[in-house]
């Protein structure tokens, strides 16, 4: 059977199409690309100062082999844009000059910077070779306030459940944000000046890892496979779109010349740690293990590469909640034959928990008198009692209840950087 024109034409417009929207979608790439790479930038001198034009500028990556060649311009200037970060050897030649070897010129992550290459008279034969901790680099034309966690914190510092972005809490301006780090919706985990932790914009590689619905972390980078990332706090670019708190962009590992991997394991159990001392029974269950490993090396040598690491955490316990750990002075103003009704609560707001029996002996006594004031405060010593350090964790109060509009005025207590929804 002999397919029909038009069938084939479908076909080929299909086929057209799709190569149009890979097109796209690999410029799109490139582009975001920008956030996870760096850029070197610099001017190629003589020793009296004076530009050399023409230079042949390389950079060679110390890991992979990957070389970028640029020829500088009239004025003695180039630029080599786009480099992975890493460890690179900056070769410069020009007629009439030696050649000139640096090494190694680390380049992190979002960097742009400046680098003077001075080349010595001579004949191209000759090699000088200048230690990359001796040439000063320099950032020029960078506005944002930015800071990089390299792969030496990572691999060395203690970190709480292995998330590798919790080094961010190391700068002055990162605090540690109270949102569900796991389920449906995490946060990131990290709030950056004082902005939630949904405000802060998360790029692995380039590509956005938020969720653009609810501003959540679509999931984790094992911390094996993180090699570096910088967190931008201030005045970054438009290119990193539409964050409001900061900016994290990480890179992983892409794998080197050389074969590299690792076995890893940690555990917690019951045996081996103290009983929980909230724990409601005496033996709880208890079991929580992490592991997992790493594989990198060559496919193609100086060409092409790969990286794969695997992670797992695995829980084994139970969950506990008990409001009867404090004895008899526990829910003691839920009774309502012995107990007065604290004037302006709604039905739901009257059962105070976790309140021992001097506190509740405190309030009768104050409800007892019948002067309003007294009333007032029992109402606010009640609350704040019962759900205080709830209260202070969170900036809002379980027990809300509405303003009776007559017996105490309204009140709204302020807790830095929130607001209280308790009493009025």
Do not use: H
């Amino acid at each position: 059977m002999k397919a029909s024109p038009f069938r084939i034409s479908a076909i080929v417009g299909r086929f057209i199409s799709l190569a149009i929207l890979m097109i796209l979608s690999a410029s799109a790439i490139f582009a975001q690309a920008q956030v996870s790479t760096a850029d070197l930038n610099g001017t190629v001198v003589d020793p009296n100062g004076a530009v050399v034009a023409g230079a042949t500028v390389t950079a060679r990556s110390s890991a992979t082999g990957i070389t970028r060649t640029v020829t500088a311009n009239d004025s003695g200037e180039f630029s080599i844009i786009g480099l992975p970060p890493g460890d690179y050897e900056v070769t410069v030649e020009a007629a009439t000059f030696k050649k000139t070897v640096i090494s190694p010129v680390k380049l992190t992550v979002g960097q742009s910077v400046s680098l003077e290459a001075k080349l010595e008279l001579g004949t191209q034969d000759v090699i000088v070779t200048v230690p990359g901790d001796s040439v000063e680099l320099i950032e020029t034309t960078r506005t944002s306030v930015a800071n990089t966690i390299d792969q030496e914190r990572i691999e060395n510092l203690p970190i709480n459940e292995r998330s590798a972005t919790g080094f961010a809490l190391t700068l002055s301006t990162v605090g540690r944000d109270n949102g569900r780090p796991i389920g449906p919706a995490p946060t990131s985990g990290i709030n950056v000046g004082g902005q939630r932790g949904r405000s802060t914009q998360v790029n692995v590689d380039g590509a956005d890892f938020t969720d653009n619905s609810v501003n959540a972390a679509r999931s984790t980078v094992s911390q094996e496979a993180v090699q570096e990332y910088q967190v931008n706090t201030n005045s970054y670019t438009a290119e990193f779109g539409r964050a409001t708190g900061g900016v994290v962009n990480v890179v992983t590992k892409r794998g080197t010349n050389e074969w590299t991997g690792n076995v890893f394991g940690f555990i917690r159990d019951k045996s081996i740690q103290a009983r929980n001392a909230f724990a409601p029974i005496d033996k709880p269950d208890f079991r929580r293990t992490q592991y997992g490993a790493t594989l990198g090396g060559p496919i193609i040598k100086d060409k092409i590469f790969f990286f794969t690491a695997f992670e797992r955490r695995q829980r084994d316990e139970s969950g506990f909640f008990t409001s009867n750990v404090l004895g008899d002075g526990v829910n003691a103003l839920t009774s309502s034959a012995t107990i007065p009704v604290i004037p302006g609560l709604n039905p739901v707001a009257r059962t105070f928990n976790n309140l021992t029996a001097s506190q509740a002996q405190f309030i009768n006594t104050l409800i007892g008198t019948g002067v309003a004031a007294n009333v007032c405060a029992a109402r606010a010593y009640a609350f704040f009692a019962s759900s205080g350090g709830q209260t202070a964790l969170t900036g809002i109060n379980p027990l809300t209840s509405p303003n009776d509009g007559s017996l105490c005025p309204a009140v709204s207590p302020i807790l830095p950087g929130r607001s209280v929804r308790g009493f009025y």
